[in-house]
């Protein structure tokens, strides 16, 4: 897992790598996840499609978890503009079906994104299913203060 050192981070911020900790080993056909804040930035990552080298056409995007945040991001904020001008309401689950994968996006909460690349024969389902138990977890965790304590920790291990 590509996260912050667990040393030093509090309770709630722990309890968040656990969760995606979780969702990683729980869900087969992962191929990277990613916590974004509502500015951008990676809060969270995993990647583990990236051990697999002998099948290189299951390498997340670009094999970087910063590219992973760069999509969700783009793809939440292109969502909630669309919802924005149709009148739709808040966005909740974004899914974008490719012939080599799939990308998953769910907000968390106030602008924060769980992001997930995946295999193109996942079970969509299931998928959406785990992603939405981790944000239904993590959505009363992932305070202000928190995704500070994250962003801080992430600049400090890339």
Known sequence: MTAPSTYGLSTQAR????????????????????????????????????????????????????????????????????????????????????EHGSVFVMAISDGSLLGVHATPDCDMSVVAYHMALFVGRAGHVLTPEVRSELRQSMERNP
């Open 15 to 98: 309890n968040l790598q656990w969760l995606l900790t979780d969702l990683v080993e729980e869900v087969p056909g992962l191929l990277s996840v990613a916590v974004v804040s509502s500015d951008g930035l990676l809060l969270l990552s995993s990647d583990p499609g990236q051990a697999d080298a002998e099948r290189p056409e299951t390498k997340g995007p670009r094999g970087a978890s910063a590219d992973l945040a760069t999509i969700v991001s783009g793809l939440g904020s292109l969502t909630v503009g669309a919802a924005h001008l149709m009148d739709g309401g808040g966005v909740k689950q974004t899914m974008v079906s490719m």
